[in-house]
């Protein structure tokens, strides 16, 4: 299953990317991965597109303390996390 998220940020996007690249061993082993990420002109807000094997796995991930610590450490503001939407339909 996939989802649609945003979350804002204070460090900018390459900073954002840092801290994706070093929680992907960790968040794959839960079967999350990014499939798509980008971010606004400003670099305060990103976009992303998740799939997941299952979404409450991604809650839990979500709320361990070493995963909240590197999020926040690269500008994440956590708790402005927002589910845009599930995806059901992609193209292509």
Known sequence: MKAMLSVNI????????EMSDSITEESEKLGIKVDWAGCNPEETKVFIIMDMQDADQMKVFAEREDITKAREDAGVDVSSTTLISMIDGVYP
């Open 10 to 17: 204070s460090k900018g996007f390459a900073k954002w990317v």
